[in-house]
């Protein structure tokens, strides 16, 4: 059964009024859910849609995009609703006509993302578990960074990957290093995008920045900037433009590698593939530090 009946309903109910649907089209782009531009009345959405275990990943992002956008400094599209229909879960979000940022809305969106990055916490996670991608990202709170990067990312992953066969060496060595890896290092609690790769950015058509599929927490800025660094997709101009406006520390090229270690072990978890010899690589180098 089609769920675009109830999904135009809660779209009516959101808004305040009827609502009369003219169409839906498949878009293409997204590996882990399926998305569609729905037109109606009162102009287009943006849905998508999943399973409907997907419900609370969906109520995760819908409110992780509201707290990136109740800072004021990064443009996100709106969340309508949210909710299941006929079997699926759905996320209706406001549509927007995005096109590839070039060096001048990449620069825009480093000042952004360093006025994000100045939103801080009184400590480490965020008020609900999300996803990264469709891997589940326990996020309660934990003082110390060291403690959270430990027991919250790096500790998850590789008991995940553990269970997927994936024989990576020297993990649990890892864990046990990070005091020693991240010494000195004592990074406020910043609000975060979470999953900054460059397919989750695009442009407006002034130029305006707009930043999507979060997977939100309170952590180290760095590791925003490490994984703009891990899969390419920004200009120059972007880092250049945050740290003019919020320089780095010293000692973040190491940091980069151990903070990237937990998106290459995600991918691994979702992927396998190259992604394990890359993550087995990551943990190797580190571990020589």
């Not at 009345?41 to 990136?68: I, Q, W, Y």
Request: hydrophobic residues 45%.
């Amino acid at each position: 059964m089609e769920p675009w009946d109830a999904i135009t309903a809660a779209i009516g109910t959101a808004l305040g009024g009827a609502l009369r649907r003219r169409g839906c089209t498949p878009v293409g782009g997204g590996c882990i859910n399926a998305a569609w531009r729905l037109d109606s009345d009162a102009g287009p959405f943006f849905v998508k849609l999943n399973d409907a275990g997907g419900a609370a990943m969906f109520a995760a992002e819908a409110r992780g995009l509201e707290a990136l956008a109740a800072t004021a400094t990064v443009r996100v599209p709106h969340p309508v609703c949210h909710g299941r229909a006929a079997g699926r879960a759905f996320l209706v979000l406001e549509h927007l006509d995005l096109r590839p940022g070039d060096g001048a809305s990449a620069a825009r969106l480093g000042a952004a993302l360093a006025a994000l990055h100045a939103t801080h916490a009184p400590a480490f996670g965020w008020e609900r578990d999300n996803t990264l991608g469709s891997t589940p990202q326990p996020n309660g709170w934990v003082d110390d960074w060291v403690g959270f990067w430990r027991q919250r990312r790096l500790g998850p992953q590789l008991a995940l990957a553990a269970g997927h066969g994936h024989r990576l060496r020297g993990g649990e060595r890892l864990l046990g290093r990070l005091d020693q890896l991240l010494a000195g290092h004592a990074p406020a609690p910043s609000l975060l995008h979470g999953d900054l790769w460059g397919g989750n950015w695009a442009a407006l058509a002034d130029g305006t920045p707009v930043l999507f599929d979060p997977a939100v927490y309170y952590g180290d800025r760095e590791t925003d900037l490490a994984m703009t660094e891990l899969f390419g997709g920004f200009d120059p101009a972007f880092a250049a433009a945050y740290r003019d406006a919020a320089p780095l520390a010293a000692g973040y090229p190491r940091r980069r590698e151990l903070y990237n270690l937990y998106h290459v072990l995600n991918h691994a978890n979702l992927f396998a593939g190259g992604y394990v010899g890359q993550a087995q690589r990551l943990i190797d180098r580190l571990l020589a530090a």
